[in-house]
């Protein structure tokens, strides 16, 4: 590279260009640290102090709540003390948005609907956050995080704030720190939270346990619609949406509404005096997203009167709670010294037929209190 003044140009410029494609290279600046006058990096680059993340955070800095997000998300123990002091200083500011889960099966239309319902809420003058969860790989470890390619249209919203985040192998396909980040993006003002989950090929009561409203996305045309996905996940659900209820399928789905509808009234809802019901939507056409809305609101307003709102923020501190407790448990014993010496060789065993596995973790476990190695 050259640092003078004379125009080149580039080897794939047309022959008839002329000097358009001439271009000149300039030596860069630097930064001199002795010159006071030279601006200070961005928030992007520099480090950032606990009074730094819990101030721009408050004031809606989506540089620093992201960089907040990911100092939360991240496993080196030199970031814990400091992602829980923050934490702690944005806890009275959280808990004022409303808290949605949506799930449903692949292929469903969830991020479709997620893009379709936000772009509808920033227009109202609403603020928010969608948390995206992919599935990680059980052999590279490694995810796409493909979601906020696929809301193009909020991803352009300066309301709106997309995180995709790696399930990481949680069961039920929830970010390990989902419920940390809801507590950020709350205290950043968006009042409206949803979580995208994985799916429902494993369990989702890790998800109904963080949210205040569970959303269930299927479509129709798929299968026998009341054997195509296990009651237990029905059971959980708040309200159905019957996607892509448009063109031909819309037949379809308004035949499985009425087919989940009849099922329905025979489960016990969650909330006293709420009855669970499927709709049909179209997130393409946007048919249905103010439906939806709509019965998102019902259903806080009947939970408020009843307590049952406020009944089940309680359950989401207390499961959140063990939830933390299991994980640092996990931690503290994976991290044990003693029990790293003595894991590959009662591993070993088990693997060979030798050794039950309840033996061999009593064995491990009890090496939490003899500090020894197995015989």
């Not at 540089?63 to 992602?83: C, K, M």
């Not at 009849?262 to 048919?287: F, I, K, N, Q």
């Not at 590959?344 to 061999?360: K, N, R, S, Y």
Request: one cysteine or more; a negative charge; proline letters at 5%.
């Amino acid at each position: 590279m050259t640092d003078d003044q004379t125009p080149r140009r580039p080897e794939w410029a047309p022959d008839d260009a002329g000097d358009a494609f001439a271009s000149r290279v300039v030596p860069g600046a630097g930064r001199n640290p002795e010159r006071s006058d030279w601006p200070a990096p961005p928030a992007s680059r520099r480090a950032l102090t606990e009074d730094d993340y819990v101030a721009e955070a408050l004031a809606g800095d989506r540089v620093v709540l992201a960089r907040a997000i990911t100092l939360i998300e991240s496993n080196a123990p030199a970031h814990f003390e400091l992602a829980q002091a923050v934490l702690r200083r944005l806890l009275p500011h959280s808990g004022r948005a409303i808290r949605i889960g949506v799930t449903g099966v692949p292929g469903a239309g969830k991020s479709t609907l997620i893009e379709a319902l936000g772009v509808m809420l920033v227009e109202r003058g609403h603020k928010v956050a969608v948390l995206a969860v992919d599935p990680t790989s059980s052999l590279t470890h490694g995810s796409i995080l493909g979601d906020k390619t696929r809301m193009e249209q909020l991803a352009r919203r300066p309301e709106a704030f997309i995180r995709p985040s790696p399930a990481g192998g949680v069961l039920g396909g929830v970010a390990r720190k989902t419920r940390e980040t809801m507590l950020v993006c709350e205290a950043a003002g968006f009042d409206v939270i949803l979580v995208e989950t994985v799916g429902t090929g494993q369990s989702e009561v890790t998800v109904r346990s963080m949210v205040d409203f569970f959303l269930l996305v299927l479509i129709a045309g798929a299968g026998d619609e009341l054997q195509g996905i296990k009651r237990g996940i029905v059971e959980m659900a708040d309200a159905i949406a019957i996607n892509k209820a448009d063109g031909e399928n819309k037949p379809r789905a308004e035949a499985a509404r009425a087919e989940y509808n009849r099922a329905l009234h025979y489960l016990t809802p969650a909330v006293e005096g709420w009855h669970v019901r499927a709709y049909t939507c179209s997130a393409a056409t946007g048919e249905g997203i103010e439906n939806l809305w709509n019965v998102v609101g019902r259903y806080r307003e009947r939970a408020a009167e009843t307590g049952a709102f406020e009944a089940r923020r309680r359950e989401q501190a207390r499961d959140w709670l063990h939830a933390l407790i299991d994980e640092q448990l996990r931690a503290f014993f994976y991290n044990n010294p003693t029990v790293r010496d003595a894991l590959m060789t009662v591993e070993t065993a088990v693997m060979a037929g030798e050794l039950p596995a309840t033996a061999a973790a009593r064995q491990l476990l009890a090496l939490l209190d003899r500090g020894d190695s197995p015989a």
